[in-house]
């Protein structure tokens, strides 16, 4: 019996069959270690609440609440634990009419460029303004309006010619550098899809988090990008992603924890996860994990078999 049910899921996975779960409960852990510090700022997004996510965050002390960002300022050595209880479900934009007439105004902040800051080095990461994205996005979108639409072109143009790499780097590339490498992790390829949407005016945000296995366990960080539109005065945000090529879905098991405020401290902050301040000669050391120590899901029997036999 239990050789028949292994080869109906992989009769079943050959097919992509197994299916991702409707709904998870999803407990992460973050755990930051410092030594030799002379202080630690850690941050986090303040309101996560969106997008078929609801979210509650334990933590050891009070944050203080800066720009949309959750603050701690820890000095010395010792350590810091951020939990995140998540309640997760499958989420699909079904209505995806809107243009770009229909945007009312103060969407500024999601239209702008953005770099980071990393270990000192500075990166053009997101650049809406530089030519070659501009013309780029231009030759692939046309006069297109429909912010959909718009969407639509970029996400197939860089499914279709921008590998992954499995090589990245200590330091992200700039977009320029993913537009003309034609390659890019996860960041870079939501960063390039952005930059392209922003130069011709599709207010965007970057969104950090992680994707979990079909047992529970942490799988991968991960980034994509959620695109705004309007329909009828309405706010509709659908989600973006060119490395799991999904377009307007986020599924269950896919979770965010920082997405960007729209300035550029917003996003060199969510990219680093922790930042720090040392004297001179001082390099301080900081160990960080992150652990899924719960997950429960609500999803076809299929899945509940392939579950129980891959945990076994």
Same mark, same amino acid.
């Given at each position: 019996m239990l050789s028949y049910l292994l080869a109906l899921i992989l009769i079943f996975q050959s097919v992509g069959a197994l299916l991702q779960p409707d709904k998870c409960d999803i407990t992460l852990e973050f755990s930051y270690s410092f030594r030799n510090t002379t202080e630690v700022r850690v941050v986090t997004a303040e309101?996560?609440?969106?997008?078929?996510?609801?979210?509650?965050?334990?933590?050891?002390?009070?944050?203080?609440?800066?720009?949309?960002?959750?603050?701690?300022?820890?000095?010395?050595?010792?350590?810091?634990?951020?939990?995140?209880?998540?309640?997760?479900?499958?989420?699909?934009?079904? +209505?995806?009419?809107?243009?770009?007439? +229909?945007?009312?105004?103060?969407?500024?902040?999601?239209?702008?460029?953005n770099t980071v800051n990393v270990s000192g080095r500075t990166i053009d990461f997101i650049d809406p303004e530089n030519e070659l994205i501009r013309a780029k996005a231009t030759e692939i979108a046309g006069d297109e309006q429909s912010i959909y639409q718009i969407s639509r072109k970029l996400y197939d143009w860089i499914v279709d010619n921008?590998?992954?790499?499995?090589?990245?780097?200590?330091?992200?590339?700039? =977009?320029?550098?993913?537009?003309?490498?034609?390659?890019?992790?996860?960041?870079?390829?939501?960063?390039?899809?952005?930059?392209?949407?922003?130069?011709?005016? =599709?207010?965007?945000?970057?969104?950090?988090?992680? =994707?979990?296995?079909?047992?529970?366990?942490?799988?991968?960080?991960?980034?994509?990008?959620?695109?705004?539109?309007?329909?009828?005065?309405?706010?509709?945000?659908?989600?973006?992603?060119?490395?799991?090529?999904?377009?307007?879905?986020?599924?269950?098991?896919?979770?965010? =924890? +920082?997405?960007?405020?729209?300035s550029e401290d917003y996003m060199s902050t969510i990219y680093n996860d922790v930042r720090y301040w040392y004297e001179r000669g001082k390099e301080p050391r900081i160990d960080y994990e992150v652990r899924c120590t719960r997950y429960t899901n609500s999803s076809s029997p299929l899945y509940a078999i392939a579950e129980r036999i891959l945990s076994a």
């Open positions: 309101n996560l609440n969106f997008m078929g996510q609801s979210v509650s965050i334990g933590y050891a002390s009070e944050p203080k609440k800066e720009g949309g960002l959750l603050n701690w300022s820890v000095k010395g050595d010792g350590s810091f634990e951020i939990v995140y209880d998540i309640r997760s479900e499958r989420y699909e934009l079904e +209505d995806f009419w809107g243009n770009l007439s +229909d945007l009312p105004r103060g969407m500024e902040r999601w239209l702008g460029k921008v590998r992954y790499n499995l090589r990245a780097g200590t330091y992200p590339q700039s =977009v320029v550098e993913t537009l003309q490498r034609r390659s890019g992790d996860c960041d870079e390829q939501t960063a390039l899809f952005i930059s392209m949407a922003r130069s011709l005016g =599709v207010p965007c945000f970057y969104m950090d988090g992680y =994707v979990i296995d079909r047992v529970g366990r942490y799988e991968a960080g991960h980034a994509w990008a959620g695109v705004i539109k309007y329909s009828d005065g309405e706010q509709e945000i659908f989600p973006v992603d060119t490395v799991y090529k999904e377009l307007g879905v986020k599924r269950a098991n896919k979770v965010f =924890v +920082d997405y960007d405020g729209g």
